[in-house]
């Protein structure tokens, strides 16, 4: 059945990208849906650990960290104006960041100069003086003060809020199995209880992006990344920084609970958890933090990432059907590129000034589907 009153816009995808894309595109005065094959916020969104900074930014294209600074920027206010539209507070805490494995001080120093981020080098003792609780580590140690966290579920929680009191229709439970098109113009999407019309919809479905833009002509190389996380339950204050040695890293809540993650897995859509990584996080957890061997592991789990090359998203209008867009493959840094994504996707699909440069984030007319996506 056609939907009589076709949305301006549908937003296909109800973790974080699509739900701050959708409240981006209702400020702008459009009639908007959302439409998810699930529950909204439960799968990238609800995993993930929540840091606002790429891990080593310096290590990432200016792409990334152009819309990681922007958003950057505007999380604060951002947060505070999701808390009071949703009731539910995002638990976004500006804990600092301190990377204790080796790495580049001249690049990280001249990344720093250029973004205009806080960045300072610390001595063993200066570091343990930041985080007492922290373990051995080697100097210098990088400290980002003025990194900060949100707990993601959360956020999540408060993006739904947020979206439900403004009007936004969040439609559950559909997956979308393709696109309606009117020549080479896309009208709607197609769903197992019939086509939902919307004049223009925006793919922003994570890391089953790539498998449902397939039918679009387009192989575009998004594909899931599994990461295991764990969570212990510790106190309040045995961790107050956000910790990072290599690939991994801990981040304390406000409760006290410990999240600890993340391997990077090329297994497909395979959710499930394994014991090899637990050892490994374990391991990297009382490394990192020696009082954790104390407390006890609460939960384990694996989420799937948006894995895309280089770790750019694509937020751009599809090169071949009109109508068509995409806000997807942000890989390991979705929470923090979220809102400076939604921003410029709604630029560009208003025809407005655009925030950002959106060359670097274009999907190529013909796209490479076997580029390396790393894990």
């Keep these: ?52 900074s790429p891990l080593h930014p310096w290590r990432y294209p200016d792409a990334v960290n152009a819309l990681a600074a922007w958003s950057q920027d505007h999380y604060p206010d951002l947060m505070q104006a999701l808390q009071e539209e949703s009731g539910t507070d995002p638990e976004h805490v500006r804990s600092g960041l301190l990377i204790v494995d080796g790495f580049e001080p001249d690049v990280a120093r001249s990344w720093a100069r250029r973004w205009e981020r806080e960045l300072a080098f610390l001595s063993a003792a200066e570091a343990h003086d930041q985080e007492p609780s922290l373990g051995s580590c080697t100097e210098p140690v990088a400290w980002l003060p003025s990194v900060g966290q949100v707990r993601n579920p959360r956020l999540g929680q408060a993006l739904r809020g947020s979206l439900e009191r403004h009007g936004v229709t969040v439609l559950e439970q559909r997956p979308v199995t393709g696109f309606s098109l009117r020549g080479n113009r896309v009208v709607g999407v197609e769903t197992p209880e019939g086509e939902i019309a919307a004049g223009t919809v925006v793919v922003a479905s994570g890391a089953w992006s790539g498998q449902l833009l397939a039918s679009s002509g387009i192989p575009l190389p998004v594909e899931p990344v599994r990461g295991q996380m764990l969570l212990y339950r510790a106190e309040p204050g045995v961790v107050t920084r956000i910790l990072l040695d290599s690939a991994h890293y801990v981040i304390p809540r406000r409760d006290g ?20 990584a637990q050892a490994t996080l374990r391991e990297a ?7 954790l061997a104390h407390y006890a592991l609460e939960r384990h789990w694996a989420g799937l990432r948006p894995g895309s090359p280089h770790g750019i998203p694509y937020i751009s209008a599809h090169p071949r059907i009109e109508g068509l867009f995409v806000n997807a493959g942000h890989f390991r840094n979705g929470v923090v590129m979220a809102p400076a994504s939604a921003r410029l996707l709604t630029d560009l699909i208003l025809g407005r000034a655009p925030v950002l440069d959106p060359i670097p984030y274009r999907i190529p007319a013909n796209v490479d589907p076997d580029q390396a996506i790393p894990v």
Excluded: Y
């Design 285 to 291: 957890a009382t490394r990192l933090v020696p009082a």
């Design 257 to 276: 609970r410990v999240l600890v993650g993340s391997t990077m897995e090329r297994v497909g859509f395979d959710k499930s958890t394994t014991g090899e």
């Design 1 to 52: 059945m056609v939907n009589p009153a076709p949305f301006d816009c549908l937003v296909v995808g109800g973790g974080l990208i699509g739900m701050f894309t959708a409240r981006e595109l209702h400020r702008a005065g459009l009639r908007v849906g959302l439409v998810e094959r699930q529950a909204v916020g439960r799968e990238s969104t609800w995993a993930g650990g929540g840091i606002l």
